[in-house]
C-alpha cells in the first residue's frame, strides 16, 4: 500500500512509536479531576491501514489500560476509531466516526446513559502538532452542549 505524502495513511504512520505524556481528566466542566502520567505505543498493523495505540494511566491511583485504534476507510472517505479502556467503556466498544481536521482528525460516537436517559454523545480530536500527540475528548449532552472530558498529551519517547 503506497501512502501519498498527505493521505490520511500517510498520517497514521506518522503516529507510529513510542509516546509518554500526561492525560486529564473532567467529570465536570472546568473541574479538573486528574492530571497524570501517561505512557503508549502505537503501532501500524495490516500493511499500514490501521494504527493501534495501546496505553497505560491512572485514575485515583489505581492503573488505567486502553486501546484505541485508528483507521481511514477509503471506500466512505472517512475516519473510523474504535475504542476501549478499564475506566470510561466498562465491556463496550465505542465505534466513532469522523473527519480530517487540521492537524489531524476528529470523530464522533457516543454511549448509553447509565441513569437510562438518553445517549450522550463523545468527540474526539486526534492532532498531531510538531512532536506532540494531542488526543482531547468532548462529552457531548442530550440536549447539545459540550465538555471537555479527556486530554492526552504525549511526546514520543522510551514507553
Known sequence: MSHKESSPHHFLAQLAGNWQGTSKL??????????TPLVGT????????????LYQSS???????GMFTFGYNTQLNQYETSW?????TNTSIMFCIGREIENGFSVLGSYPDPMGGPDWGWRTDVEL??????????????????SKATEII????KA
Open 129 to 146: 502538532r510538531e512532536d506532540e500527540l494531542i488526543i482531547t475528548a468532548y462529552n457531548i449532552m442530550p440536549e447539545g452542549g459540550e
Open 26 to 35: 473532567w467529570f465536570e466542566p472546568d473541574k479538573l479531576a486528574s492530571d
Open 84 to 88: 476501549v479502556d478499564s475506566f470510561h
Open 154 to 157: 504525549v511526546k514520543k519517547g
Open 42 to 53: 502505537i503501532q501500524l498493523v495490516l500493511d499500514g491501514r490501521y494504527a493501534l495505540f
Open 59 to 65: 485514575i485515583e491511583g489505581e492503573t488505567q489500560h
